[in-house]
């Protein structure tokens, strides 16, 4: 958070940035917030868009603006939206368009700055808002369309300065202002929670830290889909669980805390890393948290031995092929269980030779590089399906924050598939389009999967 000053008005405002990476000004007035916004995003002398001195304004003009900004008071508690557009001048701001949001702090109106394909954000009071409305329209902008619960206001710049508006009837309803808005976690905020506390992501208060708050969120997304499978898991003994690539273990603590403290079940959860720095430092906070049935093992995931009769597998954020090698050991100790949020995913990517429909794609390394996780995903859950297991991929976390947002949920089938001449034929479809060789997994599993899938020599048999 820090302050920008404006030397022409010798005044300040507040600029900050919030989790989302939205910025938030408040200036000592709407404007001058908003030119220290603009200078803080890179507008050379924002001042001097603002060229108009009210005192040039013929008096029939400005007579036109204070019956518009009163009949803009009139209305302006009923703000859904307001957009203005059509740039006076050149401008790298095409339009800016603002609407009602509920903060902690109370009710804003957040502008939104289009900027080209970019957008950014700055959030004011409502009364401010429409001051540095009136301001923007009168400085920069020919339109200006004010959606309210009541009417709409469409305003015009005349020739001459003037502005001409009419009103229709309202075209928006309201929206939850859903801004913030408070959602009711597995692990709720305000409340201290031990293992939040230890890793940093909550003060001693219970109250989460702006920077971990998308840390707190991807943990409890992360409880929301462990809560789901919990039918799918022992309903009356201990339940035993394997997290590989365990690795800080953020994810690994919190199922601990869902399945003990906050759905009162008998665990054992095993954490697997190959650091054996980190499974020291895991172990000593389980220690000292006392959580009890949660230890953690040094090892590398493909040559873990069996760990008895396990029922859920989790592997979250495993690197590369780390992800493979956990869901063969699942598949082959016939875990019940799998969920499973793959990493980087460099395998397919290096050894695709595609068929050439695929060129548009493959001439792009960007396209190519997805197109290969989205790919090697879709082989991994068709594997699963051939390997016994009812399998979504659903998301895990939104996109905004990292691409790595997929979760491939396997439940194990009591029965055999009736499709598996379907996941069959779709695998082989996909491989041969991919011009790839086994990938990792499907050689993994080879002995288990259908004839046909692997050849002896590892060799992919299409036929
Ligand atoms: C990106 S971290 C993810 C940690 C944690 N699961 C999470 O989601 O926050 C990946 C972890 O997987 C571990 N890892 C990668 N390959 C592994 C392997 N073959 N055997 C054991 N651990 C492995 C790494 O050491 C690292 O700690």
Redesign the pocket.
Known sequence: MHYVGDPRRSAKALIHRDELGGVGVFGSSPWIAYVALQKLQGVADPTSLHSESPTTVPSDVAATRAELDARLAEYWPGLIQFVLSRPRAPSEISKISARTIQLKEGERVQLTHFRGAQQTHANVLPTAARVLCCELLESQFEKLHVFTSRADIIVKRQRDGSFAWRTAPATKVPVEQSHNRRKQYLIPEDVPCPFLIEIGVMNREGRVLAAKYHKFRQINRFLELVDDILPHLPQDREIQVV?????????TFALHHLLTQIRGRAVQIVG????AE?IRDCSRIANELQCCGLTFEH????QFGSLGHVDLMVA????DT?TD?ALAQAVRWETPVILAVP?CQHELAAHLNPDPALTPIAAHGILQERFAALATDALRANLLELCGYQTQVVEFIDLEHTAKNLLIRAIRRDQPSTRTEHFLNSYRQLVGLLGIQPPYLATALKDLLPDGIVCKGGELDTA
């Open positions: 997290d590989f690539g365990s690795g800080k273990s953020y994810l697997v890393d190959r650091k980190v090892g590398d995931i493909a979250l954020h495993a690197c780390a090698a990493c």
